[in-house]
């Protein structure tokens, strides 16, 4: 037995009978001396030169792809949150198979990125590099199991764990606060009248006019910035905007002091159908600067402003207003009644409709009238108001349409017309008017209107929420409060985390809407190339080929780190 101090190969050229022949080697130095310890005939050099151009490369079995560019995106920015760790701690379990937070974050992952049911999820997380970085089978995915990891999520649990993600936000990625905007909207749901285990899906106003459904109602505080969500409430659909202020206005208060610390600019900025007394009182007496709209009935001295008294807004283009000083709930606050033709013109247009398809039922009426009196009938006056009510029912048009009610050959009758006063005192009045208030005294007239405008960014939001391809709250397949509201806690932080993915390519010079954004990220895939048995190549992940674009978005994001080949 021997030991080399060390080993070299080489190529050995060996020359017999007049032709070259070479050979593979091995030499060491052997107790002090070089030698030769193993060596192998490979043979002439036009015989390896023809093995090497017969010999054809290892074609991979198969190309397998993975949804990477969107997840590690977002999953980089939940790692800055330790949204993992936070939940945990929140939610603790025994260490075996995934943790809630888990869970939760894959939820909200795919919410964000390919909407489903708890069915489905399981087999999106398989064609997802998180199916490589977890290293879980989708199968612990399933939906019984996701249902008993929801059931720990309680209502309680959920606050605190908003609570400190907008703790985390504000030190990882800053929150302008000098702006928050506050509104709510709904989502319809398939659950049976029959079901009485969930009282949180209920019959109202359905903003997407679906009323013969049961719908589930949505509240969210959003900075001005990015519509970064710093809270959300999940309440029951039959429950108006204006009782629904108040119920929730303490917690309200209570995140904006968080959120807006020592900044005396801050404002809470509000539509109309939520002011109340006790909301603006309460506003008030915990110093919380406001901005919002008020009705007709509220302020009608202020809608009957003249129109001459009005001022261009230079800022503004399109815009003329008038600024006030009034008191209000016991406060001095500026008023502006802000005026613009092309609302005037949208208000117009409402009226008109209205006002032709009123007439058109009231004409349908009468002439039913008749016939019932041809037939001997005698409608009750009570049903006949009744009926006239519900016609104008919509807005404007109790004013605009008189209707006299007497009886003819003792049977009731009516007959009505257009009060073209009426009609040209609300074309002066009413119509392309809004009238805003603020207890910022020192803002100018085109700050307040700014300010109030801002709430076209919520929309947003909620646009992006309902969006088919992306950040969807439909579908939402459960049928108690507790996990309707965990699904909503879920929705949110997908929105969180594309808001903050948002801020940060945007502070990059990259301008791009969220559902851009979300797309180019989810066409960038990991290519795994697995070749057969036997074959010498070892099976590889790769990246798919990526525009400029999305190569700025990865190297913006982080993304780079968490997929393989980045």
Known sequence: M???????????????????????????????????????????????????????????????????????????????????????????????????????????????????????????????????????????????????????????????????????VKRE????????????????????????????????NSKAKRHDLRQVGLALLVTRDYQIPVLHHVYEGNIPDVKLFPMISEKLVARFREIAGDCREATLVFDKGNVSEEVMESLIVENVHFTAALSANRAPELFAVPNDRFSDIAELPGTRAFSTRFEIWGKECQAVIVYTESFFTQQLYGVTQNLVRCQKKLADLKQRLSKERSRGRKPKIENLEKQIQKILSSQFMEDIIKVQIQEKGSMPDFSYSVDHSALRKLSNERLG????????????????????????????????????????????????????????????????????????????GVKITIPALLKDLSAIREVALIYPPGTPLKSQITVSRMSPRQKKLTQVLGVQEIIAGG
């Open 433 to 508: 008017k809004t009238v805003l208030v603020t207890d910022q005294l020192d803002w100018p007239p085109h700050h307040v209107i700014e300010s109030y405008r801002n709430l076209a960014y919520i929309e947003d939001s909620f646009k992006n929420m309902k969006n088919l391809h992306f950040l969807r709250w439909q579908p939402a397949f459960h049928w108690t409060d507790q996990k309707l509201r965990v699904h909503g806690f879920y929705c949110v932080l997908a929105l969180l985390l594309c808001s903050l993915a948002h801020k940060t390519v945007q502070q990059a």
């Open 173 to 204: 990625f800053g929150l302008d606060s000098r702006v928050l905007l506050y509104d709510t909207t709904n989502f319809f749901t398939f659950l049976a009248t029959s079901n009485e285990r969930a009282k949180l899906p209920a019959r109202g």
């Open 2 to 168: 021997y030991y080399p101090d060390y080993i070299m190969a080489s190529l050995i050229k060996k020359i017999k009978k007049g032709h070259t022949y070479y050979y593979a080697a091995e030499s060491a130095r052997v107790n002090g001396k070089p030698r030769i310890v193993w060596q192998k005939y490979l043979g002439t050099l036009d015989s390896i030169i023809k093995r090497h151009e017969q010999a054809k490369p290892a074609s991979p079995k198969e190309a397998v792809l993975f949804e990477a560019g969107a997840v590690a995106a977002l999953l980089r920015i939940a790692q800055q949150l330790d949204i993992l760790g936070l939940i945990n701690k929140m939610v603790p379990k025994r260490e075996q198979g995934p943790s809630v937070g888990e869970y939760m974050l894959l939820a909200a992952l795919n919410r964000a990125l390919a909407p489903c049911s708890k069915l489905a999820i399981g087999d999106w997380y398989e064609q997802t590099i998180l199916r490589r970085l977890w290293r879980y089978p989708k199968t612990v995915f399933s939906s019984q199991r996701f249902w008993d990891h929801m059931d720990r999520m309680t209502e309680d649990v959920i606050e605190k764990v908003e609570e400190e993600l907008v703790l985390g």
